[in-house]
Nanobody, 126 residues
Framework: QVQLEESGGGLVQTGEALRLSCRVSGYTFRTYCMAWFRQVPGKEREVAATIYIGGDSTSYADFVKGRFTISQDNAKNTLYLQMNSLKPEDSAMYYC???????????????????WGQGTQVTVSS
């Protein structure tokens, strides 16, 4: 059974940094997609960054380009999201997601992620 567990969220001030972690267990895929999403109450969930595990191809939403970095550590089965220069509008619940389907790009708007973590809250004060 695939399980994803996020950690690393918290309360920071504008301009500060956080690193989110997502530990993955129970999978046997060799290549797969992973992503970080975020959601604010009352709004649609939006993808922040994606990575193709097996090729290390990454993509970023315009609102995080140059500030966030997605990466993974295979030895630790962990996905990361380094978030720098945080802004109040980055405040949200952040979720990691994964799926073994590699028929389309991980960043394709039609891509469906079927495995999700419970989320970690990030709050940025002004």
């Amino acid at each position: 059974q695939v399980q994803l567990e996020e950690s690393g969220g918290g309360l920071v001030q504008t301009g500060e940094a956080l690193r989110l972690s997502c530990r993955v267990s129970g999978y046997t895929f060799r290549t797969y997609c992973m992503a970080w999403f975020r959601q604010v109450p009352g709004k649609e969930r939006e993808v922040a960054a994606t990575i193709y595990i097996g090729g290390d191809s990454t993509s970023y939403a315009d609102f995080v380009k140059g500030r966030f970095t997605i990466s993974q550590d295979n030895a630790k089965n962990t996905l990361y999201l380094q978030m720098n220069s945080l802004k109040p509008e980055d405040s949200a619940m952040y979720y990691c997601a994964m799926d073994p389907d590699i028929r389309i790009a991980c960043s394709d708007p039609e891509y469906v992620y079927n495995y999700w973590g419970q989320g970690t809250q990030v709050t940025v004060s002004s």
